[in-house]
């Protein structure tokens, strides 16, 4: 196995992206140690029992001790409160990353409470699962996914090569952008979609003419990958609505007015143009599939992913 890319790894917060990032740096040897904290006494225990971390700390600030690398792995909403509970215990030189699912305002949340003697580099792993939790990660996650990374203007170079490496160790195809592009690239490709899946599952839990029952038996392929969304974490999602306000509500203008042509064109029984518009967007499943980010088996690709699953 290749010489370690860290010393001591420190992840706070130790749910799907946490344990899973564990997982990953004890298959390639990434991370010489690994300690982990995570808020709850039932998930530190937890961590301990699956032994994905080598140490499972009491306070954030014991975990960081002496990492040369560490990842907040927290909701967006809470990154700030752990930098400020993190930051005088952090290690001169010591990268500090997280892995949130906006930039911008993670950024404006952590950067005060950091001190001048660390690097930090934000990044966000575009992998991830509708489950959570320390029960839910698994090695695979991040294989042949992309890890955006998104330095800050006056970052040192070196520190964003090394956590790009750490990624690319994982599994991980790496990227670099300014945060708030990614912040309006994910709105696109991960936000809005979210909100439009948790309002379809919404309108047909609303809608009293066709019962429950008739919604979960007879659930045909569209609706179901909705609720596969829609089952994703309210606490997670909540804090990426409230984070990327403006992008998401840029996105979801545009989204309603193209609904209401669509609409339209529906109505006007406008079969050509309802014709050539799925026509167009089928492109975009295929360039997709040909980019390695899905496969084209039916169920929407999905495959079992771990052993672990495999197993039931
Ligand atoms: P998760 O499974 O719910 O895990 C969150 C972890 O954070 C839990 O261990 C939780 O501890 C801990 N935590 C919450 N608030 C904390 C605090 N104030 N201090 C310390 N620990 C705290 O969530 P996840 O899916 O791993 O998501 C984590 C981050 O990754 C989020 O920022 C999310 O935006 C990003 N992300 C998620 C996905 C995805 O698909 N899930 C993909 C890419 C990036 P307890 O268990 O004790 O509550």
Redesign the pocket.
């Known amino acids: 196995m290749a010489e370690p890319h860290f010393r001591r790894v420190a992840l706070?917060?130790?749910?799907?992206?946490?344990s899973s990032i564990a997982w990953a740096a004890h298959r390639s040897g990434a991370a010489g140690e690994i300690a982990g904290?995570?808020?709850?006494a039932?998930?530190r225990e937890t961590a301990r029992r699956l032994g994905f971390c080598d140490s499972v700390a009491e306070t954030?600030a014991e975990a960081v001790r002496g990492a040369d690398l560490v990842i907040v792995?927290?909701?967006?909403g809470?990154c700030g409160?752990?930098a400020a509970e993190i930051g005088p215990a952090l290690a001169p030189g010591a990268i500090v990353s997280d892995?949130?699912?906006v930039k911008a305002s993670v950024i404006a949340q952590m950067a005060p409470h950091l001190p001048g003697h660390v690097h930090f580099v934000p990044a966000?792993?575009?992998?991830?699962?509708e489950h959570?939790?320390?029960e839910?990660g698994f090695a695979e996650l991040f294989d042949n996914r992309w890890c955006i990374l998104t330095p800050l203007p006056d970052g040192e170079p070196s520190a964003t090569a090394r956590l790009r490496a750490f990624w690319e160790a994982l599994g991980a195809r790496t990227d670099e952008m300014t945060p708030e592009h990614h912040d309006l690239v994910l709105a696109v490709t991960s936000h809005v979609p979210h909100a439009i899946a948790y309002t379809m599952v919404g309108v047909a839990d609303d809608l009293r003419r066709v019962t429950d029952s008739e919604v979960i038996r007879y659930s045909a392929a569209g609706f179901r990958d909705f609720t596969r969304i829609a089952a994703?974490?309210p606490?997670?999602w909540r804090d990426?609505f409230l984070n990327n306000r403006e992008a998401v509500l840029d996105i979801l203008g545009r989204f309603a007015e193209e609904l209401f042509v669509v609409q339209r064109a529906i109505r006007m029984g406008d079969g050509e143009y309802l014709f050539d518009y799925f026509t167009r967007t089928r492109a975009i499943r295929r360039g997709i599939i040909e980019a390695g980010q899905d496969t084209a088996a039916p169920d929407f690709g999905r495959i079992a992913r771990t052993e672990k699953e495999r197993a039931g």
């Open positions: 706070i917060g130790l749910g799907l992206i946490g904290y995570a808020r709850s039932a998930t954030a792995c927290v909701p967006v809470s409160a752990v892995v949130g699912s966000h792993p575009l992998a991830g699962t959570s939790g320390p839910s994703s974490d606490t997670m990426v």
